[in-house]
């Protein structure tokens, strides 16, 4: 795919250029734009238009979610990705609620941050932590109807792993795989896997600080 072009916003210029620092080792990534604040990330959307913001959640004036809200209304198509030193479960959930494609720790390795964005432009990841099922996790789903067997398969597919992989795992077909996950998506009323891992956060099925991100099911960076 073309290189991802990322606009990051923080209103402390050292994590500006210490996250520069970490992207421009990565081939696959630009950074087309710099801000220190929400207003001016907005001026530069403006005429950048790059496919992902990376945003500070607390800001002076124009709190990240506060900029969330208008990157959403005025710039639909621009996936929003926060890098917060916060983790604060509610408001990771609060953002994934209010249209977030990501939540990640200012603790992440290095070499996983280009591998969330490239992911989010892909359409293939929520958060830069994996998710797995926990007590009040597997209440809510039985809440939600899913059944333990749909459960375990919602958690290895919050990990990132692939329907090759939950089947190996679980010692199952990949067509079984299809089937639970097609149940799993008519359950949570949503079209596909991305909605679904969404739509599992918000409810509490997923806790998005269970462990570190796992590409594509394995600790190994994406080419």
């Not at 919050?158 to 190996?168: C, D, F, L, T, W």
Request: glycine letters at 8%; aromatic letters at 2%.
């Amino acid at each position: 795919m073309d290189r991802v072009q990322v606009l990051v916003v923080d209103d402390h210029q050292l994590v500006l250029e210490a996250v520069r620092a970490v992207l421009d080792d990565d081939g696959g990534v630009e950074i087309v734009g710099e801000a220190l604040s929400g207003p001016e990330a907005l001026a530069i959307l403006e005429r950048e238009r790059p496919d992902v913001v990376l945003l500070d959640l607390r800001m002076p004036g124009m709190s990240g979610l506060e900029c969330l809200d208008e990157i959403r209304e005025r710039f639909p198509a621009v996936r929003v990705v926060f890098l917060s030193g916060s983790e604060d479960g509610e408001l990771a959930l609060e953002a994934l609620e209010r249209g977030a494609s990501a939540f990640v720790s200012k603790n992440v390795e290095p070499r996983d941050l280009s591998a969330v964005l490239r992911q989010v432009v892909e359409g293939s990841v929520l958060t830069s932590l994996a998710m797995a099922i926990e007590p009040r996790g597997a209440r809510a789903a039985k809440e939600a109807g899913l059944t333990a067997r749909e459960g375990e398969v919602l958690a290895a597919l919050a990990e990132g792993r692939s329907n090759k992989q939950i089947a190996r795992q679980l010692r199952v077909s990949e067509h079984a795989i299809k089937y639970h996950l097609t149940n799993v998506y008519r359950k949570l009323e949503t079209p596909n896997r991305v909605e679904a891992l969404r739509r599992a956060t918000v409810l509490g099925l997923v806790d998005p600080y269970q462990h570190r991100l796992r590409v594509r099911g394995e600790p190994t960076p994406i080419r």
